[in-house]
């Protein structure tokens, strides 16, 4: 990168990368978790699982709401010399970061279905509908905005996800034209 130049991937975009793998590793367990009785119950199990899966649809998504907010109204305009990073390879890091984790949570959420069929299943695939949820609201403000919000790379840590961890001090922010996804972290089309 010349001339001081930095490394930036899209904020929305690695809020949505988790999304897809929870919602389908919860997808996944509750199906298999299901199909055990386990000590609950199917029934007890499955609405029990529902209440996690609102809970967690509906709390994932403002988790740090205020910082991601108040990292968008504080973005500063990127150089000319800034390295605008691929929508796919910001996703690919992430899940590269997190895969082990995401095998964890899997095994966690099967595992549970033992006790209480289906509910952590249906927890994981609560937080990855929360995830997309927040990537969307993230649209939203950058919509408000105008701009498409980037952070460093470098300071998503090294699991590359963590769009407003300790190290992010600042944003970057471009026109919506920018980079090759959309406001939320969708592609563009």
């Known amino acids: 990168m010349a001339r001081g130049g930095q490394g930036l991937a899209r904020m929305a975009v690695v809020v949505r990368a988790g999304a897809a793998p929870l919602w389908w590793c919860g997808v996944v367990a509750a199906a298999i978790g299901v199909v ?3 000590l ?3 029934r007890i199990g499955v609405m029990a ?3 996690l899966f609102l809970v967690a649809a509906a709390v994932v998504p403002y988790w740090r709401g205020k910082r991601y907010a108040a990292l968008v109204r504080s973005a500063v305009r990127a150089s000319k010399h800034d390295v605008l990073q691929d929508r796919a390879v910001t996703v690919r890091n992430w899940r590269r970061g997190h895969r082990w984790w995401l095998l964890l949570a899997f095994a966690a959420a099967l595992g549970s279905s ?3 069929p289906a509910a952590g299943g249906m927890l994981l695939a ?3 509908v929360g995830l997309w949820l927040k990537a969307g609201r993230l649209g939203r403000l950058e919509r408000a905005e105008q701009a498409l919000i980037w952070v460093r790379v470098d300071w998503l840590g090294p699991r590359a996800g963590a769009p407003v961890g300790k190290p992010v001090r600042a944003v970057r922010a471009t026109g919506v034209a920018a980079g090759d996804a959309a406001p939320g972290g969708a592609r563009r089309r």
């Open 36 to 38: 055990f009785p386990g």
């Open 40 to 42: 609950t119950g199917r």
């Open 126 to 128: 609560g937080a990855g």
């Open 49 to 51: 699982g529902a209440a």
């Open 114 to 116: 033992l006790a209480v």
